[in-house]
């Protein structure tokens, strides 16, 4: 499984403006609901549910909502990185401002453990996330996540 096969660069927004954990995963779950031709409810329902299990604030200014969907065909990806940094939660109480949000078919276990261990790995690399912090536009940050 590679970057390319979970996200498009349609799926990559590089100045995202949200004042709160709420909005932003509501935003994105449209997002992704769009992509797959599928209720948005399903998805903010879905992200919440996982979300209130513990926060996927990861920490450093990342954080990775994932969730399963029933109905859904494919793995989705949508990357955000955010003009101001929000509170998410995370491990570490810093604030979150790249954000990595991956929904899955409700069946897909392989799959789904396969995407979030490919994006943990970015997201926990301190070179990668300067990058994507730095990079100007939506295909310079599409090209930093696929080339690493």
């Excluded at 004042?19 to 992509?35: D, F, G, P, T």
């Excluded at 990775?64 to 109905?71: D, L, N, S």
């Excluded at 926990?124 to 295909?139: G, S, V």
């Amino acid at each position: 499984m590679k970057i390319s096969d979970i996200l498009s660069i349609n799926c990559v927004y590089p100045d995202i403006k949200a004042n709160n954990k709420r909005l932003l995963l509501q935003e994105l779950s449209a997002k992704a609901a769009n992509v797959a031709g599928m209720n948005e409810r399903l998805f903010v329902d879905a992200i919440w549910e996982r979300e209130n299990l513990g926060s996927t604030g990861y920490g450093a200014g990342t954080a990775f909502p994932h969730a399963r969907i029933e109905g859904l065909e494919q793995v989705i990806g949508v990357f955000a990185r955010l003009s101001t940094p929000i509170d998410f939660g995370a491990v570490d109480a810093k604030p979150v401002d790249l954000v990595f949000m991956l929904v899955s078919p409700e069946n897909s276990g392989a799959d789904h453990l396969t995407a979030l261990a490919l994006f943990s790995r970015l997201l926990k690399n301190e070179d990668i996330c300067a990058k994507l912090r730095q990079a100007k536009t939506k295909e310079e940050i599409f090209a930093i996540l696929n080339n690493n």
